[in-house]
């Protein structure tokens, strides 16, 4: 493809790989299947892995669907606490409306409750929301597979590359799982996964044709499409907008300002409708319940914050968030328990043998914390965006790296401000904001590499840790 980085992967070592014949018999069968066909394969695999994971899907934090329903009875505010038919008493993060007993809030951005909509109206609040996110979470992979063809030509990288994403990420653990706050995950990145494609084809088809076809000399349509789409996906996750440095620096337009303004001016579509919906429901731009949910719901629990004087976005949190996001390790019951430890005890009983040592529900050797998992220990295969972004600097595309690196870096950041960093989880579930932005340098240090040994255990790994983490998630009812 041309204009996009495809001859960065042109190296020795991925040429070399080549030689060999078994290599190139595949690498060559690769190339004649329509990428459209493997796409579909992609999503038809995902989907079978991410809805035969979770089967039960229990659905039991569902803020979305009666969202939804609200809205269906001409009102903003969900009926709780309800016990029966379908209960949602023990609900987290809701607001309480005092001077509408039986009513409440909810704080999220609304976009998981437009797309429940009519499903809603047909299931009511028996919708499987969970499956939902399952099937948006095998189209993810579909428009990763889609998007990385928009960065390498190296069809057997891009391969390898979409598998890791499927299921060398917690992109498994969201689509699969499907609660409230997975099922927002799995929605942005949707919509950042066709915003960043927006942009790549803008850019390619601005390149092909010599000039940027403008709309009144400085918005390029191509790219105000972008970044409405990067607006969209905000809708679902907040810190998706952080992924704007992007959009400045890659994309059509043919300058910096005129990338940046299009793209602006296309986010700032649906941002402004969330603020004015904001206004419309609370009285306030930004929805107060966030703080008030800080203050009465964690704050006064020490097991979940330590710091009820900090504010909910607080720097003083990076230290203290930068060890869960790369080096929190799982917890070893076996080693510290005493039902384990404890010879003596009444219910101790040896270790088990082989593979129960690590999938014994009662006393494991090494099981996830729910705290979190480094996301180095959790994927490691995204090691090889390291050398990947450098790949893209020294092959000259020193804007797409730029841009990549701001990216991930600002929507880490805020993450990594936030007083929580996702209780209960499995790794690292904020990396699902930037994991669209983070896949190119994936992408294009597997191509610089080559599909080798190095490669492909770093991405065996990432899925045999990820398959662990569903297994442990769903054991654990988490």
């Not at 337009?253 to 904001?278: E, I």
């Not at 419309?280 to 966030?290: I, K, N």
């Not at 893209?392 to 797409?400: A, D, F, K, Q, Y």
């Amino acid at each position: 493809m041309t204009g996009s980085i495809t001859k960065t992967p042109g190296t020795a070592a991925s040429r070399a790989s080549g030689r060999d014949p078994s290599v190139a018999g595949w690498r060559s069968t690769l190339e004649r299947v329509d990428p459209v066909w493997i796409g579909g394969i992609f999503v038809l695999i995902a989907l079978a892995v991410y809805a035969g994971s979770n089967p039960e899907r229990r659905n039991f934090y569902n803020h979305f669907v009666w969202q939804a329903d609200a809205w269906l009875q001409g009102r903003v505010a969900i009926t709780y606490p309800v016990v029966e038919p379908f209960r949602n008493d023990y609900f987290q993060d809701v607001l309480p409306l005092s001077d509408q007993p039986g009513l409440a809030l909810i704080p999220f951005p609304p976009l998981p409750a437009i797309v429940l909509l009519p499903f809603v109206a047909v299931f009511g609040l028996a919708t499987d929301a969970a499956l939902v996110a399952a099937v948006f979470g095998a189209l993810n992979v579909g428009l990763c597979w889609r998007m990385i063809q928009g960065v390498t030509a190296d069809r057997g990288a891009a391969v390898l590359s979409t598998i890791f994403y499927a299921f060398g990420t917690v992109a498994w653990y969201a689509a699969m799982l499907g609660s409230t706050w997975f099922l927002a995950h799995v929605l942005a990145s949707t919509f950042l996964f066709v915003a960043i494609s927006a942009a790549l084809d803008a850019e390619r088809s601005q390149h092909l044709a010599g000039r940027a076809r403008l709309v009144l000399g400085v918005v390029d349509p191509r790219q105000f499409l972008a970044g409405l789409l990067l607006g969209v996906a905000a809708l679902a996750r907040l810190p998706a907008i952080f992924g704007a440095p992007f959009f400045v620096f890659v994309g059509g337009g043919g300058s910096l300002f005129r990338r940046a303004f299009s793209a602006g001016l296309g986010a700032l579509v649906p941002v402004a409708l969330l603020l004015l919906y904001n206004l419309a429901v609370t009285g306030h731009v930004f929805h107060p319940a966030y703080q008030y949910l800080y203050e009465t719901e964690y704050s006064p629990r020490p097991e979940l914050i330590h710091h009820g004087e900090w504010a909910i976005e607080d720097p003083r949190y990076l230290p203290q968030n930068a060890v869960i996001m790369l080096a929190w390790p799982p917890t070893t019951p076996a080693l510290s328990a005493d039902i384990c430890a404890d010879r003596s005890h009444p219910d101790f009983r040896p270790l088990p043998e082989g593979l129960g040592l690590i999938f014994d529900r009662d006393c494991p050797l090494v099981r996830p914390d729910p705290l979190g998992m480094s996301l180095l220990l959790s994927s490691p295969a995204y090691l090889l965006g390291i050398p990947g972004l450098l790949a893209m600097w020294r092959s000259g595309r020193r804007r797409w790296a730029a841009g990549v690196a701001l990216a991930v870096a600002a929507i880490a950041l805020l993450n990594l401000m936030h007083f929580s960093q996702g209780w209960v989880q499995f790794g690292y579930r904020f990396s699902n904001d930037f994991a669209p932005f983070a896949m190119i340098p994936v992408a294009l240090g597997i191509a610089l590499y080559g599909v080798r040994p190095v490669t492909v255990i770093l991405v065996a790994l990432s899925v045999l840790i990820n398959a662990w983490g569903v297994y442990w998630g769903v054991t654990l009812g988490w």
